[in-house]
């Protein structure tokens, strides 16, 4: 079974930084692609970034240069490092992965960026 456990979240001033951590079970993260999403009070959920089990990494362009996604392979665990953080990045950020046509995902962290 796939469990994915979100963690980090919390809120922080604008220019700041938190840094998310995904620790996965079931499943080894260099085997997947790993995806977060974030969803915003009143939006739909929108895709942020990914590393593919090679390694690629992709953003969404408004987080390019400011985010970056990695993974530690002994602690089988995937992170969102966030960087220069604006008021439009607040939203629960999810991890997620698309395994043998099943959809998993993690509950869930709050990010608030405020003054």
């Known amino acids: 079974q796939v469990q994915l456990v979100e963690s980090g979240g919390g809120l922080v001033q604008p220019g700041g930084s938190l840094r998310l951590s995904c620790a996965a079970s079931?499943?080894?993260?260099?085997?997947?692609?790993m995806r977060w999403y974030r969803q915003a009070p009143g939006k739909q959920r929108e895709w942020v970034a990914s590393?593919?089990?090679?390694?690629?990494?992709n953003y969404v362009d408004s987080v390019k240069g400011r985010f970056t996604i990695s993974r530690d392979n002994d602690k089988n665990t995937v992170f969102l490092q966030m960087n220069s953080l604006k008021p439009e990045d607040t939203a629960v950020y999810s991890c997620?992965?698309?395994?043998?046509?099943?959809?998993?995902w993690g509950q869930g962290t709050q990010v608030t960026v405020s003054s």
């Open positions: 997620y992965t698309f395994i043998r046509e099943i959809s998993n």
């Open positions: 079931g499943i080894r993260v260099t085997a997947y692609t």
């Open positions: 590393i593919t089990d090679g390694g690629s990494t």
